[in-house]
């Protein structure tokens, strides 16, 4: 370490103005400030003495996402086995499969995404932001395994220069920059992003896992199967066609986005943010409260048209993206609602909106990604409300007691 | 016949004053014509002649148009104008026509031409009128013949129609993005050359 140390500050002066490298003072600084806690400390104003800053928050985050990355891995591997029929291979064999198969996705989504934060600060010359670190490893968990990877590199492009950059950077979006790369995928590539050919990587990976696909298999997901679903009787089926329920959902060897499968995974992340007080509780309750509330009213009202509703509640949670989506989108702090009561509110309408949309579009079998845009662009006008309503309320008890 | 300042009513609105790029007008219809390149130069050679014949003919009874009235006028002048290019269209190239649909009678509620007529017409003699309506008409069509030509190349691959994108990307994994087909991208494409433009003229960044 101290090796280090050395080395850091021998070629700092190549970074200082009037240096040789002074053009990439950004990349030192975010290098420096990457391997050691600075000790500079705030000499005027307010101080706020904690050791948490932007680069913990975000670490913090990544690790509560790791059981779902590890999960998306080992389930990869276990849909592809399944496919091609080879349910008997080993866990060991499954996981390395997910980890080469998603490997590729995760590197090009860092090196896009941070590459294009780099050359911003630059050119700027303003420290690097670590922002990008969480979208980073979101983005491969919530697309399809088997987008090529130039499209992951092309969406990824997109969203952090037209939905972060040219709002000024980390902070500052609007839109929640991972689910901007989902939705550029989403319309620009449809034929990717849905149906039987996306969710199950049946082909081989780096030379691992091959074989034929068995007879049996369809590659739909669950929420797949339901929005082409006719008739009273709703049965889900897993790839090779075996029968699927609940509990399978819950534990998450289902088919689908990568990270998005397994509940258990998920709610492990879940108590990581919320012990470490990282996400907010209300925005999360009461999204899991708004889709409890509208799945409920969707299925007291069962419609042969509608499949989706013929899901109970407690399913419609556990299927498709929503719990990911409850946990780590709807709760980032920069494009979610502030104010306590407006991050109830916010909270519920996209879990309202979520399964809205679910059930009563058949244009979208799955809803969470365009509820929480879409209340994205609302969340400020929530706030803006309750601080106003506030400011009234206090406005008149400060009359009356004159 | 160009003197400086008819110079500057013909070329200022190319760049420095573009309608679209510095004045924000006739966006509308930027977003609804540029699927591809076709019908978007159709509808920026209608525009320009329709600005340039009604900036022309106001410019001649500017001084007999009662104020109170001028906007009714110079409507009528406008949508007898529209007619003329979209009957003409219908007979001589009735495809495009079909394609580019309510959109050429809508070049009657085109801001730029109402933009033009009250600024520019309303206080000049003809033959500047005749410059500054070939000028912004043109200033328009180069801005939805950029944004057409990406949107169709990235969208469908083609230009004006002809493959330009080879099968042999398309045999390797290419594909057509959709969402450049959908209005949103006309948009950020708009958006794109505004930021270009800007950069390049200091002059008109907001501070």
Redesign the interface.
């Known amino acids: 370490m101290n090796a280090l140390r050395k080395y850091m500050n021998k070629i700092k002066p190549h970074f200082e103005p009037g240096g040789r490298l002074a053009k990439l003072q950004s990349v030192y600084d975010g290098m420096e400030t990457f391997l050691f806690t600075p000790n500079t400390t705030a000499r005027s104003g307010v101080h706020i003495h904690d050791g948490n800053d932007l680069k913990r928050t975000m670490i913090t985050v990544v690790v509560a996402l790791l059981p779902a990355l590890l999960f998306a891995m080992y389930n990869v591997g276990y849909q592809h086995y399944l496919a091609i029929g080879q349910p008997e291979a080993s866990h060991v064999a499954r996981f390395v499969f997910g980890l080469v198969a998603m490997l590729p996705c995760i590197v090009v989504s860092y090196v896009v995404g941070l590459g294009i934060e780099f050359v911003g600060a630059q050119i700027h010359h303003k420290e690097i932001q670590e922002g990008f670190l969480v979208s980073g490893i979101l983005i491969p968990l919530i697309v399809p395994i088997n987008t ?1 990877l ?2 992951v590199a ?1 969406a990824t492009a997109f969203a952090v220069i ?1 939905a972060k950059e040219v709002f000024g950077g980390t902070g500052m979006n609007i839109f929640n920059v991972a689910l901007v790369t989902r939705a ?1 995928l989403f ?6 992003m849905s149906g039987d050919t996306a969710f199950v990587k049946t082909d081989s990976a780096f030379g691992l896992g091959d074989g034929t696909v068995v007879d049996a298999f369809t590659g739909a997901t669950p929420l797949g199967q339901v929005a082409t679903h006719t008739g009273d009787v709703l049965q889900l089926n897993n790839v090779v066609g075996d029968p699927i329920g609940t509990s399978d959902a819950f534990m998450g060897l289902i088919a689908g986005s990568p990270g998005e499968t397994s509940m258990v995974a998920i709610l492990i992340g879940a108590v990581i943010l919320l012990v470490t007080g990282i996400a907010s509780w209300r925005i999360m309750c009461s999204v899991f409260a708004g889709g409890l509330a509208m799945a409920a009213v969707a299925h007291a009202l069962p419609s042969a048209t509608y499949a989706a509703s013929l899901l109970d509640p407690w399913s419609q949670l556990c299927y498709g993206g929503f719990a990911f989506m409850a946990v780590f989108m709807a709760t980032d702090p920069v494009t979610g609602a502030r104010t306590r009561t407006g991050q109830y509110i916010y909270g519920f309408l996209i879990g309202v909106i979520a399964i809205l949309i679910r059930v009563y579009n058949s244009g979208y079998p799955e809803g969470a990604m365009l509820a929480v845009l879409l209340m994205n662009a609302f969340a400020p006008l929530i706030d803006h409300c309750v601080v106003s309503r506030n400011i009234k309320r206090r406005l008149r008890r400060a009359s009356i007691n004159q | 016949m160009l003197s400086k300042k008819n110079k500057e009513a013909l070329f200022n609105p190319l760049s420095k004053d573009n309608p679209v790029l510095v004045q924000i007008l006739g966006i509308c219809s930027t977003l609804a014509v540029t699927v591809s390149l076709e019908p978007a130069i159709v509808m920026g050679i209608s525009v320009i002649a329709v600005l340039a014949f009604s900036n022309v003919i106001i410019s001649f009874i500017r001084n007999t148009i009662p104020t109170t009235i001028r906007i009714i006028v110079q409507l009528v002048v406008v949508a007898a104008l529209v007619i003329v290019v979209q009957q003409f269209l219908v007979a001589f190239d009735y495809e495009v026509s079909k394609q580019l649909s309510v959109f050429i009678g809508l070049i009657i509620t085109n801001c730029i031409l109402m933009g033009r007529l009250e600024a520019f017409a309303l206080n000049n003699k003809p033959w500047p009128s005749f410059l500054d309506g070939i000028g912004n008409g043109l200033g328009y069509m180069i801005i939805l013949v950029i944004v057409a030509f990406f949107r169709e190349l990235l969208g469908s691959g083609t230009v004006l129609g002809f493959q330009v994108i080879p099968q042999w990307c398309y045999e390797h994994g290419y594909e057509n993005n959709g969402l450049m087909i959908l209005p949103p991208m006309a948009l950020i494409t708009v958006a794109c050359i505004i930021w270009v433009h800007r950069a390049r003229n200091k002059e008109l960044q907001e501070a």
């Open positions: 090529p130039w499209m092309v037209f550029f319309f620009a590539y449809p034929s990717r």
